[in-house]
């Protein structure tokens, strides 16, 4: 009988449950003794039915003891599972086995916490994403990558994080938008767009420094359209290149591959980009303004070394087409003839530290003289240094009076240390040397200095750089 009064009243409410254990534990046996103190026959009825009244009275406490405890023992199993919960044990469910408001507080948690729970994923899954993106791209910013490779790979990555189908980076040119790079399928590009163009969207978060993520579901009633570019896409989200204060360009995003918009997060990672990609554009042109400047010096400096010794004047020229002409005889790459070009102008240029009286002395030199006139390549070579883009120049000059058979110096290198671009300098320099006047020397015939080579070919000289240096003259 009982069991069959609790299950019922585990139908039932909280409230409705507490009301029915007060009742059973206290009011009911108290209503029962006053009514029993109250009657007539009360002495003899209590006398003769006390230990009914106990037992009844008993029961009831009993049931409304389990009645209370079951309620309790609900409320605490909650209260402990909600404490597993915000312990971070998102993946419990909270189970009851009542139908009561503690059941129901039991599933509003439960819906709460699945609600959470995937947004706890879905912010891992954001997280995960930047993550990936900011480490590609800072890692691409610090190595020795040129800018240009440093925009393809951030426009790449950018465009596999939103699952993007195309996108650009512009940078501004002459009132222009000029497209620096470009990913995915951009059908008929043209290129630039002008700042005159009402309808772009990419010009106007140029103008407005501002985000824009516009799409179709906007209630755009066209799709969007750069008219100068003949871009055409449903919905497309662009950043503007910030940096302090000034815009340098827009990157932007178009369509992405499942239809849908471009979402908050999408903004928040395109525009932390923008502002990373502004630095770098920035630090760059600040490079190139720096090693431009450097360059103009140096070649200054290098006219400067002729003017000090005439006798040397228009060698690094006479040189520099020598090399050019045997750079297309061993069919170089254009990255390796512009190096061997800047390099054979630039050789000497250390004698700008080589003293007056030895570098212009009639006579031969002692051997401390020699010493000091033979420290130009390292002087070169420490002038050239500081600036990356002219180390692998720095090389050639530093060893341009080396030996294939290791007598040359600074270095006594042999011939398996010395590229090829070495050897064409190598000897080029050499052939100049012997057909000019020196202070301390008439110059050689074409004929003397040909002989001069083919003596000192696989010595002084690499055998195949000579034969096909002859051969070319
Ligand atoms: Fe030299
Ligand atoms: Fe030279």
Redesign the pocket.
């Known amino acids: 009988m009982t069991r069959i009064a609790i299950k019922s009243l585990s139908q039932r409410g909280i409230l409705q449950k507490l009301i029915v254990s007060i009742l059973l534990m206290a009011i009911i046996p108290l209503v029962l003794i006053i009514y029993l103190l109250h009657t007539e026959a009360s002495e003899v009825l209590l006398k003769n039915n006390v230990k009914a009244t106990m037992i009844f009275m008993i029961c009831s406490i009993c049931i409304g003891y389990i009645l209370s405890r079951k309620i309790i023992i609900s409320v605490v199993k909650l209260a402990r599972d909600m404490q597993d919960v915000t312990q971070g044990n998102l993946s419990k469910k909270i189970k009851t086995s009542e139908n009561d408001e503690v059941d129901m507080l039991a599933g509003y948690f439960n819906q709460i916490t699945g609600e959470l729970e995937k947004n706890i994923e879905d912010l891992k899954e954001s997280k995960k994403v930047i993550q990936d993106v900011l480490l590609r791209i800072s890692s691409a910013m610090g190595s020795d990558k040129k800018i240009d490779s440093i925009m393809e790979l951030t426009l790449e990555t950018l465009n596999q994080a939103l699952n993007a189908s195309s996108g650009t980076i512009m940078i501004l040119k002459e009132d222009k938008l000029k497209i620096m790079v470009s990913y995915g399928v951009i059908s008929d590009i043209r290129g630039n767009i002008s700042l005159k163009e009402e309808e772009s969207i990419i010009v106007k978060a140029y103008k407005d420094q501002k985000t824009q993520n516009v799409s179709r579901a906007d209630g755009a009633e066209q799709l969007v359209f750069e008219k100068e570019t003949g871009f055409a896409y449903k919905s497309i989200l662009c950043a503007p290149l910030m940096y302090k204060g000034g815009v340098l360009g827009v990157i932007s995003m178009h369509d992405k591959k499942n239809g849908d918009s471009f979402s908050e997060d999408d903004v928040v990672l395109i525009e932390n980009l923008a502002g990373q990609m502004a630095i770098a554009i920035e630090n760059s042109r600040l490079n190139q303004d720096i090693e431009r400047t450097y360059v103009e010096t140096i070649s200054t400096l290098a006219l400067a070394v002729e003017a000090k010794d005439p006798y040397t004047r228009g060698h690094a020229k006479r040189v520099t087409d020598f090399v050019l002409r045997l750079a297309d005889e061993f069919s170089l790459d254009k990255d390796v003839k512009d190096v061997l070009r800047d390099a054979a102008l630039l050789?000497?240029i250390?004698?700008i530290g080589v003293k007056d009286e030895i570098l212009l002395k009639p006579g031969s030199l002692t051997p401390e003289e020699r010493r000091h006139m033979q420290l130009?390549?390292i002087i070169?070579e420490n002038i050239l240094r500081p600036i990356h883009s002219l180390n692998k120049i720095a090389y050639l000059v530093r060893h341009?009076?080396e030996r294939v058979d290791g007598g040359g110096y600074p270095d006594e290198l042999t011939k398996e240390y010395l590229s090829l671009s070495l050897k064409i300098l190598t000897v080029s320099?050499a052939y100049d040397?012997m057909t000019s006047d020196r202070p301390y020397r008439k110059a050689m015939t074409k004929d003397e200095a040909c002989q001069e080579l083919k003596r000192c070919r696989g010595t002084y000289f690499d055998s195949k750089v000579v034969d096909v240096f002859l051969k070319m003259l």
Do not use: W
């Open positions: 050789h000497d250390g004698k130009h390549p070169g341009h009076h320099d040397a």
